[in-house]
């Protein structure tokens, strides 16, 4: 053993001095050579990441607004001040989001609210209750073994029987008499009813006599308002003929237009002295218009509720009034041929009248107050009413029928003007809510909406003699002009100015040759503009008050009547 031990020992100092010394000269350096993996190699930014983040969050205070911790956090988390300054108006440096009742933030507890009163009552009553820490009891323990532990909300099947039981006596031990008479209590108790088994029935009593008078005076009341509130207000129609004959000594008509009557000349002169005054009418004009083609007559809309026409020709006198409106009238406008004509009254009545014998043909109304009217300009159409209401629709009538056949709601104020473009094919209308809108003539669907930040109310709209041009009252003072073409755009190289009408609902009108634009304004002048270069012509004082209305004639090129708030219609 000891022999091999000692070659053992031998080998050893062999292998040493095999070995090459590391410190000899002679000897090459030693080559390491790289351990190599055949791992893939694997991206671990995020997991450093994550890692990072899950030592920042052992750092973090707990947020008291969370509800559920995902780590286990330390005794100094748990109690670290929340980070950031306090609150500059809570005392008690709780941030202001962070609370939610007045000491603090308070959680919502895990017991139920419905749970929470069981037990409390139950210990009201029985004097114990469930620990909602755990499945023992609390409180009165002899007690709680007698109920068989049960709270106030389940009672035993036995008990409700009991119950049952003594209400039943009770019901056989009541007095008869008791249950007919109203005043006593067991007769409420019988004839409760819950909130929800419909209305209640009272006792039937006879109405006394006052009763009985207040009733019949409510209910006439009532139907009069519901009469008023949905038709117009009607009034007995009348007409008063104020001319010598109705018809002369060949049966003419007095409506019908002079023989010899047809225009002077093709070139129209702006008027410049009074010829004629018309007074007749107790208030204000606030519409006149001349009898189509030969305006040999005017009829002019007043305030005190009276239509009247005029002769403009031979005598100058009243020919007729009509009366059948209970309040001033708003718009006149005539059929076609003169022979008939509408109005509209603020009594939301709107009335056909014959113009010779001034009967009313038939009377519309929506329940609302009509601010405009119109017939239809075709000859095939003259049965066809379109008025701009206050409710802001344009409702359109059947004047045969009388019946209702289409309505126009897309406005969003009171529809203020209509005028048929484009041969009458379409019509404008203009509004309360600033804007324009083009609409195709028995379709109630805008085809064009003009509406500009700039745009203000157009209270009074007419078409240029070539059709070609729309003249619309702007109540900033101005006049603007918009193409009938397709496109309905502003012509911003026109625009006539200079006279105050903000407020008033001026009307505006041509020459009948086109080269005059003329208009009324607040302070009682008649403005005349020339149509080419923009300029003012000439003013006219016409009016005390506010010039309302001008008309230009059809036929006598350079004579044009006004009508103002001074009850006066004068022809220039």
């Not at 990072?52 to 109690?79: G, K």
């Not at 129609?237 to 008509?253: I, P």
């Amino acid at each position: 053993m000891d022999s091999l031990q000692i070659y053992a020992d031998n080998s050893d100092e062999e292998d040493l001095s095999h070995q090459p010394s590391t410190l000899s000269a002679d000897s090459s350096p030693p080559r390491l050579i790289p351990s190599k993996s055949a791992a893939p190699k694997v991206d671990d930014t995020m997991l450093a990441l994550t890692a990072a983040e899950a030592r920042q969050a052992q750092s973090r205070p707990i947020d008291p607004t969370q509800h559920v911790v995902a780590f286990n956090p330390t005794y100094d988390q748990l109690w670290a001040p929340t980070y950031g300054p306090a609150h500059p108006y809570a005392k008690d440096g709780i941030a202001q989001g962070m609370r939610n009742h007045k000491l603090g933030f308070v959680e919502d507890a895990s017991i139920d609210s419905f749970v929470f009163d069981e037990q409390y009552n139950t210990f009201h009553k029985y004097g114990y209750a469930a620990d909602p820490s755990g499945s023992n009891y609390i409180g009165d323990l002899d007690a709680l073994q007698k109920n068989d532990a049960i709270s106030v909300y389940n009672i035993p099947q036995h008990e409700q029987k009991k119950r049952k039981i003594e209400r039943e006596k009770d019901e056989d031990e009541v007095d008869p008499t008791e249950i007919d008479n109203p005043a006593t209590d067991v007769w409420l108790m019988k004839n409760k009813r819950s909130p929800w088994a419909g209305k209640k029935e009272g006792v039937q009593t006879e109405l006394t006599e006052e009763q009985k008078k207040y009733a019949e005076e409510y209910a006439k009341k009532k139907e009069e308002k519901g009469h008023k509130g949905e038709k117009g207000e009607h009034v007995v129609d009348k007409t008063t003929f104020h001319g010598k004959e109705e018809r002369d000594y060949q049966g003419r008509s007095w409506i019908a237009p002079p023989k010899d009557a047809k225009a002077t000349n093709d070139h129209c002169y702006i008027p410049k002295r009074l010829v004629h005054t018309w007074s007749g009418h107790t208030k204000g004009v606030s519409a006149i218009r001349f009898f189509p083609k030969y305006g040999h007559l005017i009829l002019s809309a007043g305030m005190d509720t009276k239509v009247k026409i005029w002769d403009v020709f031979n005598s100058g006198k009243c020919m007729r009034t009509y009366m059948g409106h209970s309040k001033a009238v708003r718009d006149i406008s005539f059929c076609n041929d003169g022979t008939k004509f509408l109005t509209a009254g603020y009594d939301k009545n709107i009335k056909y009248w014959d113009t010779e014998t001034g009967q009313v043909i038939s009377t519309f109304s929506t329940g609302k107050v009509p601010y405009v009217v119109k017939l239809n300009p075709d000859e095939d159409k003259q049965n066809i009413l379109l008025a701009g209401m206050s409710d802001k629709k344009i409702v359109q009538w059947d004047i045969n029928t009388g019946q209702i056949t289409q309505e126009y709601d897309q406005h969003l104020g009171a529809v203020n003007t209509i005028t048929f473009v484009d041969n009458n094919r379409r019509f404008v209308t203009s509004s309360d809510d600033k804007s324009l809108r083009v609409w195709e003539f028995g379709i109630p669907v805008v085809i064009k909406y003009i509406s500009e930040p700039h745009m203000h109310s157009m209270p009074s709209i007419s078409l240029h003699p070539n059709t070609n041009w729309l003249a619309a009252q702007s109540l900033d003072n101005q006049i603007l002009i918009y193409s009938t073409r397709e496109r309905f755009q502003l012509n911003k190289k026109k625009r006539f100015a200079g006279h105050i009408v903000a407020g008033y609902a001026c009307q505006v009108n041509f020459s009948p040759d086109g080269r005059f634009v003329m208009s009324g304004d607040g302070e009682g002048k008649c403005w005349f503009w020339d149509w080419k270069s923009c300029k003012v012509f000439r003013t006219l004082k016409c009016h005390e008050g506010v010039c309302i209305g001008c008309e230009w004639h059809p036929l006598e090129q350079s004579k044009v009547a006004t009508c103002g708030w001074d009850g006066l219609i004068k022809y220039w």
